[in-house]
């Protein structure tokens, strides 16, 4: 598995302390903020402490009074993961550190050969998934979005993956581009498992089982990024395994052909 990562990842290099040091107090300010401003109930309270009335009301209204209040919740959350998890490492990238993006993992050049692999996993996956599915923790908690039984996938639940989608390439940048690429120079190969930890806590409060899982995934995904030096294999398998566990539970719910 290792004999393709580049031989300069699995040695460290020095002279990077500094840039150790920016990116992981970075990912924790980051993670830090989105928890909280990336809550709508955060913003709610925080509008009405401020007493921004006016605000407050119109805030209030798309999240909680709207007929669309669900999906408007689940946007915003996916929009602030987008601004905190890409756009921020981006233009520390750009401005403060002053490198390229591919460096990071933002490489498209990828052969078929390099997905090959992990359509293979994604395979193995399926059953595992659709197991799972099952049980009543991730029928609980799965789709975020949650279809009533008159509602039609199109258009709310539609439009929710494309941000489903778009929130799983910021979580791969995040994790696997700027704290992995930009940490490896400092501790090669064992930067999989820096990476890992603060991604295995983002899973708490979810079930067991897939908080669990976040720490293979993040090992498995980590070592991905290294060897293709691309954030681009992890979010497809990332994704296909999230819509599958998605599309498992909606047809276990007999949500998925309703008419």
Not at 35 to 50: A, E
Request: glycine share 6%; aromatic share 16%; proline share 4%.
């Amino acid at each position: 598995m290792f004999q393709n990562i580049p031989r300069l990842v699995l040695q460290p290099r020095k002279k990077s302390g500094f840039k150790v040091a920016l990116i992981c107090t970075a990912v924790a300010l980051i993670l830090t903020l989105n928890r909280y401003l990336g809550d709508y109930r955060f913003i709610l309270t925080l509008l009405h402490n401020m007493e921004l009335n006016e605000l407050n009301a119109i805030f209030r209204s798309l999240m909680l009074d709207h007929s669309n209040a669900q999906l408007h919740q689940l946007l915003y959350w996916a929009a602030s993961i987008i601004l905190f998890y890409f756009i921020t490492p981006i233009l520390l990238i750009k401005f403060i550190l002053k490198e390229r993006l591919t460096e990071y993992g933002l490489t498209i050049h990828l052969s078929w050969e390099s997905y090959r692999p992990y359509l293979l996993m994604l395979i193995i996956m399926a059953p595992i998934v659709i197991y799972f599915s099952g049980t009543q923790s991730f029928l609980a908690g799965y789709p975020f979005y949650t279809i009533q039984h008159t509602e039609q996938l199109y258009p709310n639940f539609a439009i929710w993956q494309f941000f489903y989608f778009l929130q799983f390439i910021a979580l791969e940048f995040l994790f696997r581009g700027f704290l992995l690429h930009g940490t490896k120079g400092k501790f090669g190969f064992y930067a999989i498992f820096v990476m890992m930890i603060p991604y295995c806590m983002i899973h708490f409060g979810k079930p067991l089982a897939e908080a669990i899982g976040a720490i293979v995934a993040g090992i498995v995904l980590g070592i991905m990024s290294l060897k293709t030096r691309s954030i681009w294999p992890g979010v497809m398998l990332h994704y296909g395994i999230a819509i599958m566990m998605d599309l498992s539970v909606l047809y276990r719910k007999e949500m998925l052909l309703q008419e």
